[in-house]
T-cell receptor, first 114, second 113 residues
Framework: DAGVIQSPRHEVTEMGQEVTLRCKPI?????LFWYRQTMMRGLELLIY????????DSGMPEDRFSAKMPNASFSTLKIQPSEPRDSAVYFC????????????FGSGTRLTVV | AQSVTQLGSHVSVSEGALVLLRCNYS??????LFWYVQYPNQGLQLLLK??????LVKGINGFEAEFKKSETSFHLTKPSAHMSDAAEYFC???????????FGTGTQLKVEL
């Protein structure tokens, strides 16, 4: 298995632009998580899905952020419009209930908003 | 509510010395506890976990952790540090049931010659 695949690895965009981050989870995993990591705030859970259904989006900062999981093999995190304070590394992770807490993380997307 | 506290945001040890990274949890019920490691420019990787059973848990790369209910602790240890152990280490807990992890603030481990 290639693991959790995230794209792009790096994204530089101008303030006000739309940004879409992509994630392909491990086949057979029924949980998908989106995290944001910054020096100031550490690791923050933004949203997670179970069987493609959003379960908890209480970590989504504001309405500018949205996430979808149209099928078991693909998820997106969209920021529209982007702001400089959104600059961070965004991680996607997947897991199965049979491996409680045992997440497999992707390599992350480093987002810079200028 | 369950959460974890990692004492010391930076720890420095000499190569070959004992590694001890501290984690305390707050929980009214027995928690599930985890340690993850993050190498530079990579995602997090599971080191070890405690769910039930034996309180001394062995993980990858020679690390182990002991669940101590009386001390509400889950400290991570390794007898002899190697240069390749330099990374950031996160303690985590399952919060509110299900499969949702809450991470600590992390401890950056530096290994010196």
């Amino acid at each position: 298995d290639a693991g959790v695949i995230q794209s792009p690895r790096h994204e530089v965009t101008e303030m006000g632009q739309e940004v879409t981050l992509r994630c392909k989870p491990i086949s057979g995993h029924d949980y998908l998580f989106w995290y944001r990591q910054t020096m100031m705030r550490g690791l923050e859970l933004l949203i997670y899905f179970n069987n493609n259904v959003p379960i908890d989006d209480s970590g989504m900062p504001e309405d500018r952020f949205s996430a979808k999981m149209p099928n078991a093999s693909f998820s997106t995190l969209k920021i529209q419009p982007s702001e400089p304070r959104d600059s961070a590394v965004y991680f996607c992770a997947s897991s199965s209930l049979g491996q409680v807490g045992g997440y497999t993380f992707g390599s992350g997307t480093r987002l810079t908003v200028v | 509510a369950q959460s974890v506290t990692q004492l010391g945001s930076h720890v420095s040890v000499s190569e070959g010395a004992l590694v001890l990274l501290r984690c305390n949890y707050s929980s009214s019920v027995p928690p599930y506890l985890f340690w993850y490691v993050q190498y530079p420019n990579q995602g997090l990787q599971l080191l070890l976990k405690y769910t039930t059973g034996a309180t001394l848990v062995k993980g990858i790369n020679g690390f182990e952790a002991e669940f101590k209910k009386s001390e509400t602790s889950f400290h991570l240890t390794k007898p002899s540090a190697h240069m390749s152990d330099a990374a950031e280490y996160f303690c985590a807990v399952i919060k509110g049931g299900g499969n949702k992890l809450t991470f600590g603030t992390g401890t950056q481990l530096k290994v010196e010659l």
